[in-house]
């Protein structure tokens, strides 16, 4: 079966322009995670969202960033105006097992000029 | 708080066993996981050990989980070119959603 795809792999824009990116999971996988990895650092965490619950967005660093998933499957991340510091790579993983291993994307890789 | 710490890098000859160490603060860890990435590739899991157990051995990989110092390691058997890559410790912690904290990774090279 297919694994996690984002898309797109590689994103640059201007600074102050808003952006958008797709993450979808492995088909049946309730639990859905991004995390931002900046150059030379470890995995930060963004947002979780688990079946119809309410989101855990209580690791989006500003209120320019936001994300939604629909119909429990795709998720969509937005930066609204972004910044330099918004340069990264932005994996989502996705999960269902009781040992909570999560099976990451590829990335996408945000450079923000 | 929780914090995961790593040695940031690591050179083995082709062939030698390689061990890649990890400390954790948070007592409450539940499961501890090792990933790798290759250069531009998302992480791939490569185990996790439940914080009740103490080893855990999977073909070439074995993982030792010291609760009492908090310490995770490894071990790479036979260690390949191909193993190459960056290694990051992680952490599920009770109560925490279910996001993983991670180490900053180390980089392991392999030298033929």
């Known amino acids: 079966g297919a694994g996690v795809s984002q898309s797109p792999s590689n994103k640059v824009t201007e600074k102050g322009k808003d952006v958008e990116l797709r993450c979808d999971p492995i088909s049946g996988h309730t639990a859905l995670y991004w995390y931002r990895q900046s150059l030379g650092q470890g995995l930060e965490f963004l947002i979780y969202?688990?079946?119809?619950?309410?989101?855990?967005k209580s690791g989006l660093p500003s209120d320019r960033f936001s994300a939604e998933r629909t119909g429990g499957s795709v998720s969509t991340l937005t930066i609204q105006r972004t910044q330099q510091e918004d340069s990264a790579v932005y994996l989502c993983?996705?999960?269902?097992?009781?040992?909570?291993?999560?099976?990451f994307g590829p990335g996408t890789r945000l450079t923000v000029l | 708080g929780e914090d995961v710490e790593q040695s940031l890098f690591l050179s083995v000859r082709e062939g030698d066993s390689s061990v890649i160490n990890c400390t954790y603060t948070d007592s409450s860890s539940t499961y501890l996981y090792w990933y790798k990435q290759e250069p531009g590739a998302g992480l791939q899991l490569l185990t996790y050990?439940?914080?009740?157990?103490d080893m855990k051995q999977d073909q070439r990989l074995t993982v030792l989980l010291n609760k009492k110092d908090k310490h995770l390691s490894l071990r790479i058997a036979d260690t390949q070119t191909g193993d190459s890559a960056i290694y990051f410790c992680?952490?599920?912690?009770?109560?925490?959603?279910?996001?993983?904290?991670f180490g900053k990774g180390t980089k392991l090279s392999v030298k033929p």
């Open positions: 992680a952490e599920s912690i009770v109560g925490s959603q279910g996001n993983l904290i």
């Open positions: 969202f688990q079946g119809n619950s309410a989101p855990d």
């Open positions: 050990i439940f914080s009740n157990m």
């Open positions: 993983a996705s999960s269902s097992g009781p040992y909570n291993e999560q099976f």
